[in-house]
């Protein structure tokens, strides 16, 4: 079997409790429509990968037997977009009424970084190497 650590992520699915919600907050902050939609789900493409929004009550059968946690359980994972300038792009998220989780902060790491959630609680971070 060939390596899987080699392959491309091509789909993250993120499973979310108001899909028309979801899909809204998607199309306005990222600029994007969905390529793909049923009543469960909606995938939109970014430039590397796609996300697959998924209704919670769909993900159960995606899981099973594992349980689909919920918004409250807290993050577990953050989703990084690297762009130019993190702190024009927060001016326009905030005009297009995101909120962020924290203001733009230079990392010890050497990246300029702020984050926002989307509508299932999902975190969004965007972040410009210093």
Same mark, same amino acid.
Request: proline share 4%; charged share 20%; hydrophobic share 45%.
């Given at each position: 079997?060939?390596?899987?650590?080699?392959?491309?992520?091509?789909?993250?699915?993120?499973?979310?409790?108001?899909?028309?919600?979801?899909?809204?907050?998607?199309?306005?902050?990222?600029?994007?429509?969905?390529?793909?939609? &049923? /009543?469960?789900? =909606? %995938?939109?493409?970014?430039?590397?990968?796609?996300?697959?929004? $998924?209704?919670? +009550?769909?993900?159960?059968?995606?899981?099973?037997?594992?349980?689909?946690?919920?918004?409250?359980?807290?993050?577990?994972?953050?989703?990084?977009?690297?762009? &130019? /300038?993190?702190? =024009? %792009?927060?001016?326009?998220?905030?005009?297009?009424?995101?909120? $962020?989780?924290? +203001?733009?902060?230079?990392?010890?790491?050497?990246?300029?970084?702020?984050?926002?959630?989307?509508?299932?609680?999902?975190?969004?971070?965007?972040?410009?190497?210093?």
């Amino acid at each position: 079997m060939e390596a899987l650590g080699f392959k491309s992520i091509n789909v993250i699915t993120l499973f979310v409790e108001d899909l028309q919600a979801a899909k809204s907050f998607y199309q306005q902050v990222f600029g994007i429509s969905s390529v793909w939609e &049923d /009543d469960n789900s =909606a %995938v939109f493409n970014f430039a590397n990968m796609s996300i697959n929004l $998924l209704s919670v +009550s769909a993900a159960r059968g995606l899981v099973d037997p594992e349980e689909v946690a919920n918004p409250q359980a807290g993050s577990r994972f953050v989703l990084t977009i690297r762009i &130019d /300038d993190v702190d =024009a %792009v927060c001016t326009e998220l905030i005009e297009r009424g995101v909120v $962020l989780l924290n +203001s733009p902060m230079n990392r010890p790491w050497g990246v300029r970084t702020a984050s926002f959630a989307d509508p299932g609680g999902h975190i969004w971070e965007i972040a410009q190497q210093l």
